[in-house]
């Protein structure tokens, strides 16, 4: 039954909440001043947040997420102010606090963890003062906060805690720095702690401890938690309850089960369209994709402001702004601001499927690139450092190898070695086409550099900010004997349109662009020479879904049109096993495990993979995959494990012939290897065991 169109907050007892929720939002609108004039980024916001509830808010970039968590630290920008609408924390009105009662409320009520641990860490400072601080914030002694710094670095489940309050951040792995954040946010036992994308940088088993942790402090202290992702599966995990903010607005709100099992916003049913499904590759589906752009803040509007984006949207959606339909669903009532609400799901697919005939060649092609007994050791300090050690791997024609492995793996270093950005040891092989390839790019001719190119994570340290997209596309195509003059602008347009770049982005700088069409500048400038390998280093890490299945979808189409074989590193196991037809799995510079990504990523499979594959969060994932959590971090390199490199980790080790001898691979059928002393047919039975347990 839809609820009635007269208010356009949530309908809950406003006096109840004030005295019971941990936040409360209401009518909350949030300018801008952007060239003199004020832009609204939060537009007549209501939400709340229940003590001890986990409450998720998602969104592509740009949607408000990171303005709605600085509104509510009355943190905002300079240029930014509360044009209306009120923010109660733990019952206390955040705009009507004076200087100190502010500072107060931000010291004992509400914490906030951010993106990026480095950034929130001072790196002149030991972790026991900037820990401590946040204990004397509240009003502790030195003394005592100290005592406290060691009992939260223990709670937060760091080992050797006093050894790493003597330590500086850089010293400590990125997950170590998280966990440290985490520890100082809840130093005070907040009422209210936000997280703002508090995992985006982290591997898929470092992810998963934060989130564990997360969750049992929760438990523990039953403290409310904002949490703001683009990641779906993690909010699905973490959340009992879901906001889609969309420009500002929030067009959709309910339980999280309700919400991501039966979405009834068109935006939210195109978010998760975005994603790969579980167990899903580029042969079997297409990634669907959400048309348009955001509108830029401020922009004014008639009617419902997705409609421009929205496949269902007709001559009343731009007319008629959609009051909030509220439903009864499984788990409690369901809001969504569409006039439609009943048939979203119906919502046209965006992206056509590929013919079945489009199929993408596997490793039946070619063989295009092969390294064999590949190493790497650097001198660090006086001690020999093996950061890749005997990797044998191929490469076809028209195939996707993925690789996987923790931080610190060895994956970029591989990558690197490929491209010749770093020279081999002594005895490593790489070949082209069968043809010896030298080890430095320096020696290498036109033709192999052309062959083998990247593409990197953040197109912003790959891009030079001030030149336009023409001419950055332009310098690698003059370096094609071959094109001149007219030839060389042909050429150009032809790549702009193969990376689905608009011919009116040519002439803007990429600093005028998202983050989106930067990707695509970059796969079109490693697209110019025609390459024949392109190293993809986490493109699509920091994307929003739906600007990586965009980008996810232009890779798959120009392998099916150009042939061009892909290394693919990523974090996201969901994107890896979707875009690859084979993985490789590497820990401490050694290949544990390769074979079809299927076989990898359903088994049986090496403990280490089993244990990255059942950290991964996935929505739509089969019920009852055992989660399986690793004892301390990756050994160092300059000083490995005997035997099994694994084996100081592993929950399977059998005993001492795991810590003497190094297992051979084993064959599990159809290219598919495995490195374990446990065989085969016993790993597949403890597995399926594992899995139904």
């Not at 006096?15 to 909350?28: H, N």
């Not at 589906?285 to 997705?306: H, K």
């Not at 032809?494 to 662009?513: E, H, I, N, W």
């Not at 810590?659 to 064959?667: K, L, Y």
Request: proline share 6%.
């Amino acid at each position: 039954m839809n609820g009635p169109p007269t208010a356009s907050f949530p309908a809950f007892d406003v006096s109840k909440s004030e005295r019971t929720d941990a936040l409360t939002v209401l009518g909350l609108t949030v300018t801008y001043r952007i060239r003199g004039r004020d832009r609204e980024v939060l537009q007549d916001l209501s939400f709340r947040v229940r003590r001890g509830e986990a409450y998720g808010l998602v969104g592509e970039s740009g949607c408000g997420k990171s303005t709605m968590a600085m509104a509510a630290l009355r943190y905002l920008p300079r240029n930014g102010k509360v044009k209306a609408g009120k923010i109660l924390i733990a019952g206390q009105d955040v705009q009507a606090l004076d200087a100190e009662a502010l500072r107060a409320m931000r010291a004992t009520k509400i914490s906030m963890v951010y993106q990026d641990p480095g950034r929130a860490l001072n790196p002149s400072l030991t972790i026991a003062r900037q820990v401590s601080e946040a204990f004397e914030a509240a009003g502790v002694n030195r003394r005592e906060a100290l005592s406290r710094t060691l009992d939260i670095l223990k709670r937060v489940r760091i080992a050797a805690p006093e050894q790493v309050m003597e330590s500086y951040p850089h010293q400590l792995s990125g997950g170590m720095q998280q966990r440290v954040v985490i520890a100082m946010a809840l130093a005070s036992n907040p009422a209210l702690l936000i997280l703002d994308e508090p995992t985006t940088g982290l591997d898929a088993t470092v992810e998963a401890e934060v989130l564990d942790l997360i969750a049992q402090l929760r438990k523990e202290l039953g403290t409310a938690v904002l949490f703001i992702s683009h990641n779906l599966a993690v909010i699905g995990r973490m959340c009992e309850r879901v906001g889609v903010l969309y420009a500002g607005r929030l067009v959709e709100e309910g339980a999280t089960q309700d919400v991501f099992a039966r979405p009834r916003h068109p935006y939210t049913v195109g978010l998760l369209r975005c994603l790969p499904a579980a167990g899903r590759s580029k042969a079997d589906e297409r990634l669907d994709t959400i048309a348009g752009q955001l509108p830029a803040p401020g922009t004014v509007t008639q009617g419902c402001i997705y409609a421009d984006r929205c496949r269902l949207a007709d001559e009343r959606c731009r007319r008629e702004t959609p009051p909030p339909h509220r439903v009864a669903a499984a788990h409690g009532d369901q809001m969504s601001r569409c006039h439609y609400h009943e048939r979203a799901s119906e919502l046209p697919r965006a992206t056509a499927e590929p013919a079945p005939a489009a199929a993408t060649q596997t490793a039946s092609g070619s063989l295009v690139l092969r390294a064999e007994r590949v190493s790497k050791t650097f001198h660090v300090a006086g001690a020999s450092v093996r950061a890749v050690e005997d990797v044998s791997l191929d490469l076809a024609s028209g195939e996707t190898l993925g690789l996987v492995g923790e931080s610190g793996s060895g994956k970029t270093t591989l990558a690197k070695l490929l491209l010749g950005l770093l020279a081999p040891d002594a005895g490593s092989v790489l070949e082209l086409d069968g043809t010896p390839l030298p080890p430095r790019v320096t020696s290498r001719n036109d033709a192999q550099v052309k062959s083998l190119q990247i593409v990197f994570q953040n197109p912003d340290s790959a891009l030079n900010r001030s030149h336009s997209v023409k001419r950055l596309i332009g310098r690698a195509l003059s370096r094609l004997a071959a094109l001149r003059g007219a030839a060389q602008e042909e050429k150009l347009v032809s790549l702009a349109a193969a990376v689905r770049l608009p011919d009116r982005y040519l002439s803007a700088r990429t600093r005028q662009l998202s983050g989106g069409l930067k990707q695509r500048v970059a796969i079109a400038r490693a697209f110019a020479g025609e390459p024949r390998v392109v190293v993809c280093d986490e493109p699509t890490s920091a994307l929003d879904v739906s600007v990586q299945a965009s980008i996810l979808n232009l890779l798959a189409d120009l392998q099916r049109e150009r042939g061009v074989s892909y290394v693919f590193i990523s974090h996201d196991l969901n994107v890896v096993r979707y875009l690859s037809d084979r993985i490789a799995v590497l820990y401490v510079g050694r290949l544990l495990e390769i074979g079809p990504a299927a076989a990898v990523f359903d088994g049986p499979h090496h403990p280490y993979t089993e244990a990255l594959v059942s950290a991964a969060p996935a929505l739509g994932a089969a019920p009852g995959v055992a989660r399986i959590r690793l004892a301390g971090d990756l050994p160092s390199p300059a000083a490995p494990p005997s035997g099994c490199i694994f084996h100081t980790r592993c929950p399977r080790k059998l005993g001492a012939i795991c810590e003497e001898q190094e297992p051979p691979f084993a064959d599990a059928g159809d290219g598919h290897r495995i490195r374990c002393h446990i065989p085969v047919a016993e790993l597949r039975t403890l597995q399926r065991a594992g899995n139904s347990a």
